[in-house]
């Protein structure tokens, strides 16, 4: 059959976009449609406007430092409306920049809500599209329970733009979106409440790293409250919200920010019209190739519900676009994908934690490091670094790298790169270490320990 298009992509994500300008250059003929904005969660909603807003939170505690450096200098303050607005054009001229990438990559470029037709077609603004292959990367959306007052919180995609600022913030959700954005708050001035309905944030990492991130945040000024959760929220007369909560207490915020996790966008997408099968917990359910039930149409990114990472997303795409058109391996490894939460201090992480590690090896050794960093003998903070590695005793290589201190995940990309390598701990050892540094200390813990 002579279709339209031999690719079309609905969802102009990082996946998406991936897919879908590597697929035209192996010469196929592609299609993209997008209803809400170029580059997706990542460089709209999600890590760009993110990162920027942690280097904002992160100048306060610079200003405060630097006096024990000799440095004085009038009492900074901060304008909301400057970095909301800076951030906004910024975000413009990044989609600008995709728009773009695909044009010069002769990928059409279609504006809209894809909707599936059949195993061959999606409609688009009323318009239909023949294609051999149709591949959903949709992404997620934040996802709000019902409760009394949902309708006066805001989500994490919508945060970044609030019309105000808000001297007392309150953060529901575990996760790191929820971490971060307490972390955003309180470096920018806000009385920040974080609470979260677990006995501890941060569920799958380290829980050594958990603990100490805990201890380093409320240090900050956070109040973290665990095992909390909210009951209902109402507007009082004077606009400010009063939050209810489960243990009979409550508490007076300008703003509420539920970061609870993310669904996939599956609403209006038409999937009703094809046999495309979902998880128990309503992903897109593929194959290694990425493969639907539906053998014409595959799927990938957060919709498929794996590593909801970009990096993840756009090495997916880059596979479909090899295994389809390229003759290439579909081969997806997803062992030791290091990753960052960039709450303050940071977390850095690659590999195993020591639980998964144990639960695994039956020789696990661990190799710790706590101080308190050079710049803070005289910046006058009491932040302190966490380092450690997980290492199998039998055969010397290492299982897992964790650190929460600041710059961790500059310096855990490049050691991820050993880890993916194979490192081992003699292979640490001998590595000289760049002085002085604190990712120094990576290459000179010696002495395992007990616990």
Same mark, same amino acid.
């Given at each position: ?79 909301? $409306? ?5 951030? =906004? ?7 600008? =920049? ?29 318009? +239909? ?20 007052? +949902?309708?006066?919180?805001?989500? $994490? ?61 409320? +240090? ?15 507007? #009082? ?12 207490? $409550? ?13 996939? #966008? ?80 940071? =977390? ?7 639980? #998964? ?23 006058? $903070? #009491? ?13 010397? +290589? ?54």
């Amino acid at each position: 059959m002579n279709y339209d298009y031999d690719l079309f992509v609905i969802g102009a994500g990082s996946g998406g976009v991936r897919a879908s300008r590597m697929s035209s250059s192996f010469g196929a003929r592609v299609a993209i449609c997008e209803d809400l904005y170029m580059g997706g969660t990542c460089v709209n909603v999600g890590c760009v406007p993110k990162k920027l807003y942690v280097y904002a939170s992160e100048y306060s505690a610079h200003f405060n430092e630097s006096e024990g450096f000799g440095w004085q200098s009038a009492k900074a303050t901060f304008d909301w $409306s400057t970095l909301r607005d800076n951030k =906004i054009a910024e975000i413009s001229r990044l989609n600008g =920049i995709y728009d773009g990438i695909l044009a010069n990559a002769n990928v059409d470029v279609i504006k809209g809500r894809g909707k599936v037709v059949d195993q061959h077609t999606v409609e688009v603004a009323g318009k +239909k599209y023949t294609t051999e292959r149709i591949l959903i990367s949709v992404g997620g959306w934040p996802f709000v329970p019902d409760i009394e007052g +949902k309708e006066f919180v805001v989500n $994490s995609n919508e945060v970044f733009d609030l019309e105000t600022f808000p001297n007392r913030i309150v953060v529901v959700g575990g996760g790191y979106i929820a971490v971060e954005f307490a972390g955003i708050f309180n470096g920018l001035g806000s009385q920040v409440t974080q609470l979260y309905r677990g006995d501890l944030f941060l569920r799958g990492f380290d829980n050594e790293v958990r603990d100490f991130a805990a201890q380093e945040i409320a +240090k900050k000024g956070v109040d973290l409250r665990f095992n909390t959760d909210v009951t209902s929220i109402t507007k #009082q007369a004077d606009g400010t919200l009063k939050i209810e909560l489960n243990d009979g207490t $409550s508490i007076e915020a300008d703003a509420v920010l539920y970061a609870t996790g993310r669904k996939p #966008q599956l609403a209006n997408l038409g999937l009703e019209n094809v046999n495309i099968k979902l998880t128990d917990s309503g992903y897109i359910k593929v194959n290694e190739q990425f493969q639907t039930s539906e053998a014409s149409i595959y799927a990938l990114g957060d919709v498929t519900g794996g590593m909801e990472l970009t990096p993840v997303a756009l090495e997916e795409g880059m596979a479909l676009a090899r295994g389809l058109y390229n003759n290439a391996s579909w081969k997806m490894d997803y062992s030791n994908i290091a990753t960052t939460v960039f709450c303050q201090p940071n =977390i850095g992480t690659v590999g195993m934690t020591e639980e #998964q590690a144990r639960a695994e090896y039956p020789n696990v050794v661990k190799y710790r490091s706590s101080f308190r960093a050079m710049k803070h003998t005289i910046s006058g $903070s #009491q932040e302190r670094t966490l380092m450690k590695l997980v290492v199998d005793g039998d055969t010397d +290589k290492i299982l897992g790298v964790h650190m929460v201190g600041s710059d961790a995940g500059e310096i855990m990309q490049g050691i991820a790169i050993a880890i993916k390598a194979g490192a081992t701990k003699s292979d640490f050892d001998a590595t000289i270490g760049i002085h002085p540094t604190a990712a120094e200390e990576f290459v000179t813990m010696r002495e395992p320990v007990a616990d």
